[in-house]
Every structure is written in C-alpha cells, then in structure tokens.
C-alpha cells in the first residue's frame, strides 16, 4: 500500500469526497491507497498464495490494513481494481463497495478473428473490415512484438510515441525511457508491442501486458495519424492476439464507449474503501448506494446496444 497526498493515477475519482470532507473541518490527505499505480488493471490486491484456500489470511491482511490507518491517523483505506471475490469479503468486513465500468473483449471460444466477427450483427461486421482495410490504405505494416523480438530501437521509437501523447494528454508523462528497458529485460515474454511502420519508419504503437487469462492493452501513441488506426492497434490487434494464445479476455483500459462498437462490451470493475469518520462515512455510504445502481442501469443500457447478433 502507499500513503498518498493526492488522488493522481487511480482511475478513481474521489476528489469530490476530498473536497467535502476538508471543507467540513477533515484531513483527507494522507490517505492509503492499495493499487497497482498508474494503471486500471484488475487484479488480486490481497497477496496470499493461491494455493492455500484460506479466506482467513485475507481477513486477517484487510485487519492490519484497518489498524494500519488508525495507527497512522489517516482519514481513509482505498482498494482499487480489486477482483470480484476479494472485494465481497471486504465488503463483509466492514468496507464500503463501490463499483465502476469498463469495457473488456470476451473470448466466447473463438479460433480465429473471422469467428469473433461472425458473431456481430452484418452492419458491425462490415464496418469493422471497413476499418480494418482502411486503417493501412496509406502503406501502413503493422508488426506484433514479443519476447526476443523487442530490442532497443523498438522501445526507443515506442517512447516517442508515449511522450507525445502524453505531452497532449496529460501535460508530463510518468514513465521513464528506462522504465521501458526494463520491462523489455525482466518480462519480455509477457510484454506485446504493436508496432506500425511507414516507408521504414516507425509510426506509431501501442503496449500489451500478457496475463494468465486476460491481455491488457495499454499506452498508445502516433506521430502521424491514419484514420482507423488507433482502433486497429489498439483493439483489434489485442483481439486477435488474445484469440491466437487462447486468452479470455482483453482489457483495454479505462472509459471509451467507442469501443463498444468494437466487441468490446461494458463490465463491472470494483473497488472498496475504508473511512474512519462515521459522520463522513455515513454520507459516502449513501452516495455509493446510489451510484452502484446507476452503474448497473448503465451498464445494462449500454449492453442493449451491443455489436453481437440478437438471438431469436
């Protein structure tokens, strides 16, 4: 966990908590956050052996989690991106649940990308191989990197894309040049570069993280931009890639409904959070009431509107 003096980098937006409890008389800064950094991925927050079964060792963690900030006189404890089932137990130890949406690809069996696509409705099939054809017309090779095939010359052309959608995005990006030496180094086998050339010259690009079961997508970049390409690197690539390994799914990060269109359907994310106040935490545990219905009603609008065939 890391005690934090500001919300930056979570993809879970409590600064209008922040704001109403220091305007009530309250300290919201410092506060524990409980993530992995700068990234919107799903996981296990709770690191016990797999292989134990014992739900008591989690509890016993997310005790020492609430006595931790009593200790330390924090105002909150914030586990973000849990997984479904550890978020339950910490809902059944006295956390407050919140939920959100993403978008995430489904793998539903499928052995090829033609098999993904005949699921869609005719009109999303077509549009898809619209996009897929266009997004090279101008002379465009896309290659997918991995493993030993990652040297130097790709990251540091990848780096350049990063630092200028960052520059545009956020104002001043986080990660390093040798941040991306060193994933290149230590985890090669479970990093993917999708990378696109132009009259031999890199373009543009876009980094996958391999898990055991899940392909997660993230930071992309360009120098020169090509209509439907960002969807063809970023997403389509990642689904191809993902049926090939035989994974399950694909997270492409946060937000974008525009993905929708592209099998990318809206899912439950979840995240859980202690407060020591009663008096504030009353007031937030009504407001995430409210607010997990509203994600639901969402999510079940959007899927209505989904790509994928109707049955019947």
């Keep these: ?54 739900s008591d060792l989690e509890k016993y963690l997310l005790s020492g989690l609430m006595q931790a900030a009593e200790q330390m006189e924090v105002s909150s404890v914030h586990v973000t991106f ?17 939920t959100h949406n993403q978008f995430h690809w ?4 499928y052995e090829t990308f033609d098999d993904f696509l005949a699921a869609l ?16 017309v101008a002379g465009v090779e896309i290659e ?14 990848f780096y350049r894309f990063y630092v200028d959608t960052g520059s545009r995005k956020w104002g001043s990006p986080y990660l390093t040049r040798q941040f991306f030496s060193i994933i290149g180094e230590t ?11 132009r009259d031999g010259r890199y373009i543009a690009g876009a980094i996958n993280f391999i898990g055991d079961e899940c392909l997660f997508g993230r930071n992309w970049g360009c120098v020169e931009h090509h209509p439907f390409l ?26 974008g409904q525009h993905k929708l269109a592209r099998g990318y359907m809206p899912t439950h994310t979840y995240s859980a959070h202690w407060i020591s106040d009663q008096s504030f935490r009353d007031a937030v545990e009504q407001y995430l009431d409210d607010e997990r219905q509203n994600v639901d009603e969402e999510i079940d609008f959007i899927s209505e509107q989904g790509p994928f065939r109707q049955e019947g």
């Design 1 to 54: 966990m890391y005690l934090k003096n500001h919300s930056q980098g979570e993809y879970v937006f409590d600064y209008s908590w922040a704001d109403a409890f220091e305007r009530a008389g309250g300290r919201y800064y410092p506060k524990l956050q409980v993530s992995v950094p700068f990234t919107p991925a799903t996981g296990r927050r709770l690191l016990i052996r797999p292989d134990t079964g014992d």
């Design 121 to 136: 409705s005719s009109k999303k099939r077509k549009n898809i191989r619209r996009e897929r054809r266009d997004s090279v």
């Design 230 to 255: 960002h969807f063809e690197v970023c997403y389509y690539q990642a689904i191809e890639f993902a049926i090939e390994r035989g994974l399950k799914r694909v997270e492409a990060g946060a937000q």
């Design 144 to 157: 997918r990197l991995t493993g030993s095939e990652l040297r130097e010359e790709h990251w540091d052309a």
């Design 187 to 197: 985890m090669p086998e479970n990093t993917m570069l999708v990378m696109c050339k």
């Design 82 to 98: 849990a997984d479904q089932q550890q978020w339950k137990l910490m809902g059944e130890m006295g956390f407050l649940q919140r």
């Design 106 to 109: 489904q793998n539903d069996g």
